[in-house]
């Protein structure tokens, strides 16, 4: 494909069983773009009829059906190959793209060759900011303050708070350690240098571990908030919370064991172990208690 032809922009949007929330997105993605892009949809085995419904809404995208469900990284990695955009937009198909929020991302990597991602003002339906739109890599110590209940009581603290970044203006733009792979725009030169998704993570940590390594390649990664999406999370039904919580905490020790684990003595390791698996009993306690049922 000539240069000239190329995408400046390829939208990566893996997804499983979430046909009307695809096409919303995909809608969204497209109505928003004032710049060259492409669409690639990674389907994760879906039974929804997701990918015949996007190859006849969207016929410009590019549909990959996977034989089984390959998990987030292993299918992004997929799409990957078949991105020719100068740029890579993690998208999920619960996120709507506010107009302009593609051109705006855009423009900040067009402008600041230093960056290797950028992520937007992503919104939750009541109107707050995404806790993982921008994020601070999770040492043990914002682990502690996270399980203690710390960030929560000093949200705005630079030391408890540090996690979600509670202390920088959230309307002004900043570096952050990390985005959300629910929405960040990705410098595809940067992902050839550092690798993209590390396989040993399922459904979580693959966004931080990929932002650490950007970080590690002397790249910076910035929040945009002129740039605006709403992420809609949908509940799950009580089989599918429990994997997600399962996954969420697995890819929590996974990085740490990965990128902190040499610095911190066995002693360390092991209370930041019983850290998070104490916090995933915890978890599924609160969870039963709850009375969660499975939809009928």
């Given at each position: 494909?000539?240069?000239?032809?190329?995408?400046?922009?390829?939208?990566?949007?893996?997804?499983?069983?979430?046909?009307?929330?695809?096409?919303?997105?995909?809608?969204?993605?497209?109505?928003?773009?004032?710049?060259?892009?492409?669409?690639?949809?990674?389907?994760?085995?879906?039974?929804?009829?997701?990918?015949?419904?996007?190859?006849?809404?969207?016929?410009?995208?590019?549909?990959?059906?996977?034989?089984?469900?390959?998990?987030?990284?292993?299918?992004?990695?997929?799409?990957?190959?078949?991105?020719q955009g100068r740029f890579v937009l993690l998208l999920s198909p619960?996120?709507?793209?506010?107009?302009?929020?593609?051109?705006?991302?855009?423009?900040?990597?067009?402008?600041?060759?230093?960056?290797?991602?950028?992520?937007?003002?992503?919104?939750?339906?009541?109107?707050?900011?995404?806790?993982?739109?921008?994020?601070?890599?999770?040492?043990?110590?914002?682990?502690?303050?996270?399980?203690?209940?710390?960030?929560?009581?000093?949200?705005?603290?630079?030391?408890?708070?540090?996690?979600?970044?509670?202390?920088?203006?959230?309307?002004?733009?900043?570096?952050?350690?990390?985005?959300?792979?629910?929405?960040?725009?990705?410098?595809?030169?940067?992902?050839?240098?550092?690798?993209?998704?590390?396989?040993?993570?399922?459904?979580?940590?693959?966004?931080?571990?990929?932002?650490?390594?950007?970080?590690?390649?002397?790249?910076?990664?910035?929040?945009?908030?002129?740039a605006s999406a709403v992420h809609r999370i949908k509940p799950e039904?009580?089989?599918?919370?429990?994997?997600?919580?399962?996954?969420?905490?697995?890819?929590?020790?996974?990085?740490?064991?990965?990128?902190?684990?040499?610095?911190?003595?066995?002693?360390?390791?092991?209370?930041?172990?019983?850290?998070?698996?104490?916090?995933y009993v915890a978890d599924r306690v609160r969870s039963t208690f709850?009375?969660?049922?499975?939809?009928?």
């Amino acid at each position: 494909m000539p240069e000239s032809a190329k995408p400046l922009v390829s939208a990566l949007v893996v997804s499983r069983n979430a046909k009307e929330e695809l096409l919303q997105c995909l809608k969204a993605f497209f109505a928003s773009a004032d710049v060259p892009v492409e669409a690639i949809v990674v389907d994760n085995d879906s039974s929804d009829g997701s990918p015949a419904a996007v190859t006849d809404e969207f016929p410009q995208a590019t549909v990959l059906v996977q034989s089984k469900d390959l998990g987030y990284g292993r299918a992004a990695n997929v799409g990957l190959e078949r991105c020719q955009g100068r740029f890579v937009l993690l998208l999920s198909p619960h996120v709507a793209l506010d107009p302009q929020c593609v051109g705006r991302l855009a423009d900040l990597l067009l402008t600041r060759p230093d960056a290797g991602a950028v992520g937007p003002r992503l919104l939750l339906p009541d109107g707050k900011v995404d806790p993982d739109a921008r994020r601070a890599f999770p040492l043990p110590s914002t682990l502690f303050y996270q399980t203690v209940g710390l960030s929560k009581i000093f949200p705005k603290s630079p030391r408890f708070g540090r996690a979600n970044m509670g202390h920088v203006d959230e309307s002004e733009v900043h570096e952050m350690d990390a985005g959300t792979a629910a929405c960040l725009l990705l410098r595809r030169s940067a992902l050839d240098r550092v690798g993209f998704f590390d396989p040993r993570y399922f459904m979580f940590g693959e966004d931080l571990d990929l932002c650490y390594r950007l970080k590690l390649g002397g790249w910076k990664i910035f929040y945009l908030p002129s740039a605006s999406a709403v992420h809609r999370i949908k509940p799950e039904p009580l089989n599918r919370q429990r994997q997600i919580s399962y996954e969420r905490h697995r890819a929590m020790w996974t990085y740490h064991f990965k990128h902190h684990s040499e610095d911190v003595s066995a002693f360390g390791n092991g209370l930041v172990w019983v850290q998070i698996w104490g916090r995933y009993v915890a978890d599924r306690v609160r969870s039963t208690f709850r009375g969660n049922r499975e939809p009928t």
